[in-house]
């Protein structure tokens, strides 16, 4: 899940936002993760990651049509857009701190 920042928002408020409208949960923000630039040729984005806890309600796919849950071993398997790739990395390799 994830969007853009709304005006008015910081980034914390608007993931708060996206997951809930995205998936009908409530979350916990315990760290900022990543932030990732990335210039793609028709336009640059700018990816803020954090690492959060489940805090309540039951995930209900409002906008996306599956999910899963990966061990760090694994979440290399799909297929990553070239701007998510060292936010993917950064989980390999801090697995076990996080």
Avoid at 16 to 44: A, C, M, N, Q
Avoid at 78 to 90: C, F, H, S
Wanted: glycine share 4%; proline share 4%; aromatic share 10%.
């Amino acid at each position: 899940p994830g969007g853009k920042i709304e005006a008015g928002e910081d980034a914390s408020e608007a993931l708060h936002r996206e997951i809930f409208e995205e998936l009908d949960i409530e979350i916990e923000i315990v760290k900022e993760f990543l932030t990732v630039t990335h210039s793609y040729p028709d336009f640059d984005i700018v990816l803020n990651t954090f690492i959060c806890k489940h805090k309540s309600g039951d995930i209900t796919l409002r906008e996306h049509t599956d999910y899963k849950w990966l061990s760090p071993e694994k979440i290399d398997s799909l297929k990553w857009a070239e701007a998510d790739y060292p936010i993917v990395k950064k989980l390999i390799s801090e697995a076990d701190t996080i």
